[in-house]
């Protein structure tokens, strides 16, 4: 797929266009990899995704589909005249989004990688670790709880989803887009929280867990969670300075970890908030 800007504005009416059928593709990770490219529907997700800097390769638009906001960073695209602009068709504009309320907009992003060294926290970080969270849901509910917690940075070890997928962006509302997001693995994940002296806090179901309201989370934190399945494993628990649960007074052990997620990091906004 090409990121060269097209000279002048082309209308799209046939589904099979190659441009169209090459875009859908980038919903399939493997494309998305090859490609390095993702796309995204929807007019809040794409300004969020344009203000947060990514590089935005393609716009596709739908004129009746068109809303106001849609309209407007439309427009702004246009003029900055660095990006290739499509209007397409109704029946083109439905095979390209999996949502009726996008908005009339879809985009072609290029996918951004932050390591460890180009993230940039601060003295007094809070940052979320996720570990193998494998439902696209799961992870972009959990990263909107993040966003609106004030989370600095998200870390993502094992097999967890990938974040470019459609439905964490769709979850997340685009807040994927503003959180600083390093994928790797624990073992890395540890190192750089032992050697910049980050307290590691693990959400657990183990005895020697504390209630999650009896801790300080005043200083550098980074709160552990693991899958639903299998919670966190070994090399994890191990790690962690300290371990930390949600009591459950019902019949059920635990929460979905999306609700899990926003209690540990709102908790940590309360102490930080809270004079």
């Known amino acids: 797929m090409s ?4 000279s002048s504005p082309l209308f799209i009416s046939s589904t099979t266009n ?12 493997q494309e998305r990899d090859k490609t390095n490219l993702f796309g995204v529907e929807g007019e809040k997700e794409i300004l ?8 935005l390769v393609d716009v596709f638009f739908c004129r009746k589909a068109l809303s106001g906001l849609s309209q407007e960073i439309l427009t702004k ?11 397409v068709s109704n029946d083109v504009f ?4 999996l949502r009726e309320s996008s908005g009339g907009l879809w985009a072609v992003f290029s996918r951004r990688i932050l390591t460890f060294k180009t993230v940039k926290l601060s003295d007094n970080p809070f940052i979320l670790v996720l570990d193998n ?8 509910a ?3 709880s993040a966003d609106g917690a004030g989370v600095e940075a998200v870390f993502l070890t094992g097999s967890s989803c990938d974040i470019y997928n459609p439905n964490v962006i769709r979850a997340s509302l685009g807040t994927v887009f503003s959180l600083p997001i390093v994928v790797t693995d624990e073992k890395e994940m540890i190192e750089f929280c032992k050697n910049s002296k980050i307290k590691i806090a693990g959400a657990a179901l183990d005895k020697r867990a504390a209630i999650y309201t009896s801790q300080d989370f005043h200083g550098s934190t980074a709160v552990v969670l693991g899958s639903e399945a299998k919670g966190l494993g070994k090399a994890l628990l191990d ?3 300290v371990l930390v649960k949600i009591p459950m007074k019902g019949s059920a052990d635990s929460l979905n970890v999306g609700a899990a997620a926003t209690i540990f990091v709102y908790e940590v906004l309360r102490q930080r908030t809270t004079t």
Request: hydrophobic share 30%; glycine share 6%.
């Open 142 to 144: 959990i990263l909107r």
């Open 3 to 6: 990121s060269k800007k097209e």
């Open 18 to 29: 190659q441009k169209v059928k090459d875009s859908i593709k980038l919903r399939d990770k």
């Open 48 to 55: 969020r995704a344009v203000n947060s800097g990514f590089v």
């Open 94 to 97: 439905r095979k390209l989004v």
């Open 77 to 87: 695209i246009v003029e900055r005249k660095e990006t290739n602009v499509y209007e």
């Open 133 to 140: 969270i494998e439902k696209p849901g799961n992870l972009g």
């Open 239 to 241: 790690s962690c300075d």
